[in-house]
């Protein structure tokens, strides 16, 4: 754990637990906001079950499509966590890492 709290900068057990629960609670709730909109476009399971491929393209698009709803919902729980500075800076890393740095002004 102190490893981890160094690598990342924190300096409490308790910050270190907090920043766990958000990430927690976000990948749950991106998986569940994201369900209407998957509906919603028509991708489902069933649309690609004849082919070879099929379970591969929907697992795929199901990512792509749930990745950004992920990284939104990060910096908002981390927000409401009050773990802003921590999300947002891991945000603009990891934007940055994927050659989309151009997305944030600073």
Do not use: C, D
């Not at 028509?42 to 499509?65: A, M, S």
């Not at 910096?75 to 773990?83: A, H, M």
């Not at 800076?89 to 002004?105: A, D, Q, T, V, W």
């Amino acid at each position: 754990m102190q490893k981890l709290k160094e690598r990342w900068g924190i300096h409490s057990t308790l910050q270190l637990i907090i920043i766990f629960i958000v990430f927690a609670i976000t990948g749950s709730s991106a998986v569940y906001v994201a369900k209407p909109l998957l509906q919603w476009i028509g991708l489902h399971p069933e649309n690609f079950e004849n082919t070879w491929w099929g379970p591969w393209v929907y697992w795929t698009l199901r990512i792509l499509i749930i990745f950004p709803i992920y990284q939104v919902l990060l910096v908002l729980f981390g927000w409401i966590f009050g773990q802003f500075k921590f999300f947002w800076n891991m945000e603009k890393k990891m934007l940055r890492r994927m050659g989309l740095g151009f997305l944030i002004s600073s």
